[in-house]
């Protein structure tokens, strides 16, 4: 299905839009990647949902324009869901896209529906240490060992060599986010032009600051809406930090998906599909 490209906040954007009934938008993660998530779209039955998928400001077939902070991110958002002519709908991100939907739902409660947080990291900055540390924990040791010579060697590598090495990290980093390695050709592309690294250096930088704020802190602790949040047991990203953010909103569910990882409905569709239809099916009954 062919997309769309619209101006939206004076960018232009690429959306999809499929089905009828309640709308859903998915938020893609990165930041600065593109939209890889009609496989989780898919769960759902566009029969009974609308499902809406973009990529934002900066990614592959959006404008690549700035500004590249998350008030504007969150902005981006709120106009797509007028120029669609929506009254409400639910939100769904996963990984960076987890935060970009908490971020929106908190500033534009009355918008939302429900989230849906997917393999997110919570707001406390601390997760960096411990996906480090469970990053490497979850290579076998032949791969660990080789990640952290490349990693001690790339500084004096140049041109093929040095592109050849990052590569590498790239593959030996990203097969940690799966619990069956057997899928890694499943994952999305993260390199090329399917990522803007500007992008995922200004938004990665900010995010820090804008989590540790009490002002965000206190805010999103006041909201009312359903909220799903779903974790991989397997992913290096600690859920604990999850579970945490979770436990201290007022109308949320925690669920952890066994033998999954980074991209849950890569390990375990099944259940993924599962808690994801009766959480939306619960919702439509209130």
Known sequence: MQGIIAKVNGVSLWYLVQGQGTPIVFLHGGPGAYDYLEPLSALLDDNCFQLIRYEQRGSWRSEKTGPYNIETFIEDLEQLRIHLGL???????????????????????????????????????????D????????????????????????????????????????????????????????????DGQFVNNEVNQKLGAEC???????EFKQAVAFNKFPSLFVHGEADPRPYRYVAE???????????????????????????????INEFLSRISRQ
């Open 87 to 129: 009254k409400n709908w639910v939100v769904c991100g996963h990984s960076w896209g987890a935060s970009l939907a908490l971020v929106y739902a908190t500033k534009y409660p009355r918008n939302v529906k429900a989230l849906i947080y997917i393999s997110g990291t919570g707001i406390d900055t601390a997760w960096h240490l």
């Open 131 to 190: 996906y480090r540390e469970n990053r490497l924990n979850s290579m076998t040791p032949s791969d660990r060992a080789e990640y952290m010579y490349l990693r001690s060697a790339i500084a004096t590598m140049e041109g093929e060599k040095r592109a050849h090495t990052q590569h590498r990290l790239r593959e030996l980093s990203l097969r940690t986010d799966l619990f069956n390695q057997n899928n890694f050709h499943k994952l999305p592309r993260m």
């Open 245 to 275: 953010l979770a436990a201290n909103l007022q109308n949320c569910e925690f669920v952890l998906i066994p033998h999954a990882g980074h991209y849950p409905w890569l390990d375990n569709a099944a259940i993924l599909k599962k808690y």
């Open 208 to 214: 820090n600051v804008y989590f540790g704020s009490e």
